[in-house]
């Protein structure tokens, strides 16, 4: 007779509706939905006009775009500030390139997103080589790359018929009902969400953010790991430039201004610890489209504009608030378990090799082998 500790007798289907009922990406995507709902029933163009539904869904691309970077250096227990910058220098190098060179749109997409990497690389080095913390670093680049924008910019601005009008279109166009720039955006999240979940250098960037110390003690490429956080963070700023100007058509000085705190915000509500070590791109694009559509949602339902921002901050802090909340219960019910838990050592009564059975011990909490 064998001597075992209790298995589990939940069904899997069972244990995947729990797990889905607690996760916080289903909670912000009810959210969200109760948002739409809210808002078409007091008008029922915001969903149902002519530009609704197309609206809903492109207008969260760019940011979508930024929060799925910003959750790369999160987890790692970092928080890259200088990505509104970076879009608003990508988007006037992509207008200048269309004017001054007349590239074709791939090229020019490519250029933005290069310069982006690159901008984020320059983070990536200062915070990974120089040991310097990340909030101090990218809020020092925030201002010098929105400084070379502003001199370089001056007081030109980039108008729509400086544009190719097939690069336009991209804010246009849809695939079955979908906006093009939001299809592109759901490519990204889709790719770097397999990445992080799947790959073993996204695993580590968990691992790096839970337990710094640790992960340098186990042997990982803690700075090479966040230094690829940092340019994936930065190349998607670049993309989001390029997105920037084909859903507006114009690029002022203003551009991109102050949408860091959202991408940050997106990616907390979405679920990422602000500590690093959990979270996923998938809660920080609902998260982002949740910010997004609040802003043009409440005074369609007839909030203020106080409250509107006043919403949106107690959604952040609620947020964080959970976070901490969830991880110390966990760690309360982990140590529950860790004290609790017997000590089982499995036993074969069947007779081995030698014809001999082996001995059954059960070691309770406290005792001794």
Partial sequence: MSTAAPSRTTSPIARALGTALRSRELAVALVLVVVVALAT?????????????????????????????????????????????????????????FIDTGLPAPVVML??????????????????FGKVPALVITLGTLYIYRGIFLSWAGSDRINSSDIPRGFQQLGTQQILTIPVLTVIALVVLAAVGYHLHSHRAGRELYAIGSDPDAAVLYGLKVTRRVMTAFVLS??????????????????????????????????VIGGVAIFGGSGTVWGAAIGAALLVTINSALPVIGIADFWQRAVVGAL????????????????????????????VVHVDDDPGPGGAGTATAILEPGSHR
């Fill in 234 to 267: 930065g190349a998607l700023a670049g993309l989001a430039g390029t997105f920037y100007v084909a859903r507006y058509g114009t690029v002022s000085s203003n551009a991109g201004l102050s949408i860091e705190l959202q991408a940050v915000g997106a990616a």
């Fill in 111 to 128: 250029c933005a997103v290069l310069l982006g990497a690159l901008l984020g690389a320059i983070n990536g080095v200062l915070v990974a």
């Fill in 316 to 343: 952040i802090l609620g947020a964080v608030v959970l976070d901490q909340v969830l991880a110390r219960r966990q760690a309360r019910r982990m140590a529950e378990e860790r004290d609790l838990e017997p000590d």
């Fill in 41 to 97: 029933s007091k008008s029922s163009s915001f969903l149902l006009g002519s530009d609704g539904w197309r609206s809903l869904l492109v207008n969260p691309s760019i940011l979508i775009l930024l929060a799925v970077g910003q959750t790369a250096v999160i987890i790692t227990r970092n928080v890259d500030l200088s990505v509104g910058s970076t879009l608003g220098l990508t988007a006037y190098l992509t207008g200048r390139l």
